[in-house]
Structures are given as structure tokens and as C-alpha cells.
């Protein structure tokens, strides 16, 4: 497994845990924002991520695993936009909500919390172990 902890935010109606489950990989396409686009960059194959249902739940409901890196939005005429495909390791024993993040003082600077509109952000170790152990894992 590669060294790098990320969150990836979808909103459920549109793409959710089950669809991902169900197809077994997806194409995370569709980010416009400078530096969420940096992160999915800078993800490595292995690298491990948080699937997080924003608008509707606001929790992290499983975790993912980055199968594909390098590849370039293909709904983008410049090809300026990056691609990451994505695939399920495992559903959360129990969701672990914003709410409940953000009653965590050591969770504080998670920037999940501190840049909210972020589709794609980085986790320290720390914060993925405290998340981990707040969904019973």
C-alpha cells in the first residue's frame, strides 16, 4: 500500500459507496478545483481513500483504494483536468459523520473541515487512524 491517505467527496443521488460497489471501479472525473486536481495528481497507485457522501449524510461511509493515476478527464476538450479510477476495499463498519468529526478537537485541521467546499483533500496518519477507530475499525 502506498503512503498517501486521501477523502473523496460524492454526492450520493449522483454517484454513492453501493454504485461503486456494484461496478467494482470507477473514473473519478468531473473535478474542477485547482487544488483538488493537485491532489489527484499527486495520488499514488495504493494509495487509500475515504468515500465520503456529501449534501445528503455528510459521513464517510467506506474506503476506496487508487487503481489508476495519470489519466486526463476525458470530458475535457483541453485535457487540462486529471482522472483517478477508483475501486472498493471495504464498507465502514459504521459511517463516521461531519458532525462527528467536528467534535473532535485533534480533528480540527483536518481539511475536510477546514475547507468544507474541497471535493478531494489530503489526511494525515493521524486523522485517518482517528477516523478509523470512530467507525469501529
Known amino acids: 500500500m502506498a503512503g498517501r491517505l486521501w477523502l473523496m467527496k460524492t454526492e450520493p443521488e449522483a454517484f454513492s459507496w453501493d454504485d ?3 461496478d467494482g471501479e470507477t473514473l473519478w472525473d468531473g473535478v474542477r478545483n485547482h487544488r483538488a486536481a493537485n491532489n489527484m495528481r499527486a495520488m499514488e497507485l495504493g494509495d487509500r481513500v475515504f468515500f465520503y457522501h456529501s449534501v445528503i449524510g455528510k459521513e464517510i461511509v467506506g474506503i476506496a483504494e487508487v487503481s489508476a493515476v495519470g489519466l486526463t478527464d476525458p470530458n475535457d476538450p483541453e485535457g487540462k483536468w486529471t482522472a483517478v479510477k477508483l475501486k ?3 464498507k465502514l463498519k459504521r459511517p463516521v459523520t461531519l458532525a462527528q468529526i467536528k467534535a473532535v478537537p485533534e480533528l480540527a485541521e483536518m481539511e475536510l473541515v ?4 474541497l471535493s478531494v483533500a489530503e489526511l494525515t496518519q493521524a486523522e485517518w487512524d482517528r477516523v478509523c477507530k470512530m467507525a469501529g475499525e
Open 88 to 90: 472498493p476495499v471495504r
Open 20 to 22: 461503486l460497489v456494484r
Open 114 to 117: 477546514r475547507l468544507s467546499r
